[in-house]
């Protein structure tokens, strides 16, 4: 693998939200773990953002169901969150989005996916216990006053060099993109968070998102 020079060699510490059923968070994750992570300092926190709560879907409308199935599943990463923290968020997530993104699987069974990466089926019963709703919606409110409420996922946040936490909805990619142009992106984002009058820039999305190859094992 080509290593890419960093400009800014100081770690970065970023706060990554997702949902579990956005493909285009799916997208962002994959674009920051395959492709930055190997060329830049970077640290990732995985935050919930639930767009059950935040799109709240009549219960007739065809996107009820998968998006109260994976608000569901955030309750069974706040669990693990609580009992192993964010290295457990992430290798759980992992193995979710490859289920949903890449097997179109939106019915396999909890337990087998923590069995999978290693954690404790437990958790499980966190799929249909409430009471983790009001850490949803705790963690989803730091990103929203961040950038608004009208945005959807992913969100990044960072520090700029002031010290300040800076966040931004997106960067939204309909697919990953080479090493190269990846690493560009990461460097042209953080030099965005540095602009403080800076707030959008944005076109119409002409293609669907591709999930790429499915990730292998971790």
Same mark, same amino acid.
């Given at each position: 693998?080509?290593?890419?020079?960093?400009?800014?060699?100081?770690?970065?510490?970023?706060?990554?939200?997702?949902?579990?059923?956005?493909?285009?968070?799916?997208?962002?994750?994959?674009?920051?773990?395959?492709?930055?992570?190997?060329?830049?300092?970077?640290?990732?926190?995985?935050?919930?953002?639930?767009?059950?709560?935040?799109?709240?879907?009549?219960?007739?409308?065809?996107?009820?169901?998968?998006?109260?199935?994976?608000?569901?599943?955030?309750?069974?990463?706040?669990?693990?969150?609580?009992?192993?923290?964010?290295?457990?968020?992430?290798?759980?997530?992992? $193995?979710? =989005?490859?289920?949903?993104? +890449?097997? @179109?699987? &939106? *019915?396999? %069974?909890?337990?087998? /996916?923590?069995? $999978?990466? =290693?954690?404790?089926?437990? +958790?499980? @019963?966190? &799929? *249909?216990? %409430?009471?983790?709703? /009001?850490?949803?919606?705790? =963690?989803?409110?730091?990103?929203?006053?961040?950038?608004? *409420?009208?945005?959807?996922?992913?969100?990044?946040?960072?520090?700029?060099?002031?010290?300040?936490?800076?966040?931004?909805?997106?960067?939204?990619?309909?697919?990953?993109?080479?090493?190269?142009?990846?690493?560009?992106?990461?460097?042209?984002?953080?030099?965005?968070?540095?602009?403080?009058?800076?707030?959008?820039?944005?076109?119409?999305?002409?293609?669907?998102?591709?999930?790429?190859?499915?990730?292998?094992?971790?």
């Amino acid at each position: 693998m080509t290593t890419i020079t960093d400009p800014t060699p100081d770690p970065v510490e970023i706060d990554v939200w997702i949902d579990p059923v956005c493909p285009f968070c799916w997208a962002t994750a994959r674009w920051l773990v395959d492709e930055v992570q190997p060329n830049r300092d970077v640290a990732i926190t995985w935050q919930p953002i639930s767009l059950y709560f935040k799109n709240r879907p009549d219960p007739s409308s065809t996107l009820h169901e998968p998006l109260f199935f994976t608000h569901r599943l955030l309750r069974v990463l706040e669990s693990v969150r609580a009992a192993e923290g964010n290295r457990g968020v992430f290798e759980l997530y992992w $193995e979710f =989005g490859a289920r949903i993104h +890449h097997d @179109a699987d &939106f *019915d396999f %069974e909890i337990e087998k /996916a923590l069995a $999978e990466v =290693g954690l404790d089926t437990s +958790h499980a @019963a966190a &799929f *249909d216990d %409430e009471s983790w709703d /009001a850490v949803i919606r705790a =963690g989803m409110d730091e990103g929203l006053a961040l950038v608004g *409420d009208d945005v959807g996922t992913p969100i990044i946040a960072m520090d700029n060099a002031d010290g300040d936490r800076v966040g931004y909805f997106g960067p939204v990619i309909s697919r990953v993109p080479s090493t190269a142009k990846s690493v560009k992106m990461w460097d042209a984002l953080v030099a965005m968070m540095e602009v403080d009058s800076f707030f959008e820039l944005k076109r119409t999305r002409t293609e669907s998102p591709d999930p790429g190859d499915r990730p292998a094992p971790r």
